[in-house]
């Protein structure tokens, strides 16, 4: 029952957080930051969210410090949308599944070009 929760509080928090940092932010490194999906531990304590952001390493680093500087104003914002006892403590993560399936991608393409000209 709890991990039920755990995955309709996470849906929630995917939705806000997303609305927070196209409105609320106002920081410039970030920037084109979507929020692909965030994982609550069962009892509600802590968060990771998963994002993507557009652009080179050097941007991702900077956006990722931007997040973690205003993590505070997404916590008590959260906290204001989400009605829950506590609000869970965020974490912020790169997704890499994306990354992983345009390489899946790249490949199956280069075996079929190599197939097709043998």
Do not use: C, H, W
């Not at 939705?15 to 927070?20: F, N, V």
């Not at 500087?69 to 994306?98: H, N, Q, W, Y």
């Amino acid at each position: 029952m709890a991990n039920n929760r755990a995955v309709r509080v996470g849906e929630q928090m995917k939705k806000e957080l997303s609305d927070i940092l196209i409105r609320d932010i106002k920081d410039p490194r970030v920037r084109f930051v979507t929020v692909t999906g965030v994982d609550v531990t069962g009892d509600l304590q802590q968060a990771t969210a998963f994002i993507t952001v557009l652009g080179d390493e050097g941007e991702q680093r900077e956006t990722l410090k931007g997040l973690e500087k205003a993590k505070g104003f997404i916590r008590s914002e959260i906290g204001k949308r989400v009605r829950l006892r506590k609000t869970p403590e965020l974490f912020f993560e790169f997704d890499e599944s994306i990354q992983y399936g345009d390489r899946i991608e790249t490949l199956l393409r280069e075996v079929k070009k190599d197939e097709s000209n043998d």
